[in-house]
């Protein structure tokens, strides 16, 4: 199975993306194949609101460092998603992506990528409760869901707890992946 991260924190081995990468480490123990896109590293737009998707029934047409992953998504069986949160909510690149997914419903709000892939979220957040802002990862993981994908997990490191290999969340994490 393929299985992509999008990983959105600026920070290489921030919170987020060390959990996210504890994620598939599992995942590629488990004999998957794993596609990382790092949004910071990337030229993303954001939707133009153009609706040559909905017009044509295709993918997004901009040209930027998307266009390989709508292929990938297509063949994949599970997408995972990780953030920091900034400002209360799931940091603003990883917004401008989510947004890009309006391709995934067509002109009459039919999914038009295949049921059922699997998500799992991972968040980081400097607030030590990690209830403060489940609302808005909810909302961020609720449009995915609309594109009939399936939430198997979310991940919520709060107040800026050292991740050691053998923490309890980081062993959450791997066996989340090795389990997909
Ligand atoms: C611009 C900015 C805004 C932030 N806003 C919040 C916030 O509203 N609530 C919060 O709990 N933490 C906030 N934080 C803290 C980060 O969420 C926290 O440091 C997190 O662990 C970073 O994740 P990362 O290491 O994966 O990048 C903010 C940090 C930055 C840089």
Known sequence: MKVIAV???PKENGFSSTLAREVLRGVADAGHQVVIYE???MNVKGCQGCRYCKE???DCIIQDDLKPYWK?????????????NYAAQ??????????????????????R?????KLIGVFSQGNGNPETYVAQYNWYLGDFQNRAMVLVDKLIHTGNQLLTSDCELMRCAYSIGKNL
């Open 7 to 9: 990983l959105g924190s």
């Open 39 to 41: 949004i910071n590293k």
């Open 56 to 58: 044509n029934n295709v």
């Open 72 to 84: 990938d998504l297509h063949e994949c069986g599970a997408l995972l998603v990780s953030s920091p």
């Open 90 to 111: 799931v940091c603003g690149p990883m917004i401008t992506f989510m947004n890009r997914h309006y391709c995934l419903l067509d002109k009459n709000w039919k999914v």
């Open 113 to 117: 990528v295949h049921a059922g892939i």
